[in-house]
């Protein structure tokens, strides 16, 4: 059975950090490109960022360049997103997805929260 | 960055009954759209890609059509684990999505 497992969710301040982490299962994970989306509360999906099988190859939605850095580890069979200068409106539930067929999510997490406040 | 524009915002439908969603985006996509399902609590599931092609283990009442930049979404009789958000999304760079469908119980 698939699953991808979020975690590193939780509250920080404003301009703090966080690096969330996705442990795939129940498939290879290294032949997948990897994904992360966020929601806001009550509103819709947004991509962030996108990573190839080995790591060479990744990108970012501008909203979030140069704050956030997606990588993995397939040895640990492993998804990251290292957050930066977290903003208010960073506030979301984080997935984590499959990437397949040029760029369709097909397999998500249940998500973890992160909420950016003082 | 394309914008993908969905309508109606609320469906207002009873079991049984056919639900159409449209998806309309800034410009062409040739087919390669794809529509999710997400219930409350959820993660969202994928239910079409390529504009017409059923993911694995989707019941054959959604079906998808379209190309280009109008897109359907198509729910042949409501049953009453379809009501939902749904959203539209497409795979250029940045992949981006539709604001969303609720199709609520009417």
């Known amino acids: 059975e698939v699953q991808l497992v979020e975690s590193g969710g939780g509250l920080v301040q404003p301009g703090g950090s966080l690096r969330l982490s996705c442990v795939a299962s129940?498939?290879?994970?290294?032949?997948?490109?990897m994904t992360w989306v966020r929601q806001a509360p009550g509103k819709g999906l947004e991509w962030l960022a996108n990573?190839?099988?080995?790591?060479?190859?990744?990108s970012h939605v501008d909203s979030v360049k140069g704050r956030f850095t997606i990588s993995r580890d397939n040895a640990k069979n492993s998804l990251y997103l290292q957050m930066n200068s977290l903003r208010v409106e960073d506030t979301a539930v984080y997935y984590c997805?499959?990437?397949?067929?040029?760029?369709?999510?097909?397999?998500w997490g249940q998500g973890t929260l992160v909420t950016v406040s003082s | 960055e394309i914008v993908l524009t969905q309508s109606p915002t609320t469906l207002s439908l009873s079991p049984g009954e056919r639900a159409t969603l449209s998806c309309t985006a800034s410009q062409s996509l040739t087919s390669y759209l794809a529509w999710y399902q997400q219930k409350p609590g959820q993660a969202p599931r994928l239910l079409i890609y390529d504009a017409s092609k059923r993911a694995t283990g989707i019941p054959a009442r959604f079906s998808g059509s379209g190309s280009g930049t109008d897109f359907t979404l198509t729910i042949s009789s409501l049953e009453p684990e379809d009501f939902a958000v749904y959203y539209c999304q497409q795979r250029n760079w940045p992949r981006t999505f539709g604001q969303g469908t609720k199709v609520e119980i009417k």
């Open positions: 129940g498939f290879m994970f290294n032949t997948y490109w």
């Open positions: 990573i190839n099988q080995d790591g060479s190859i990744y």
């Open positions: 997805a499959t990437d397949v067929n040029g760029g369709y999510f097909d397999y």
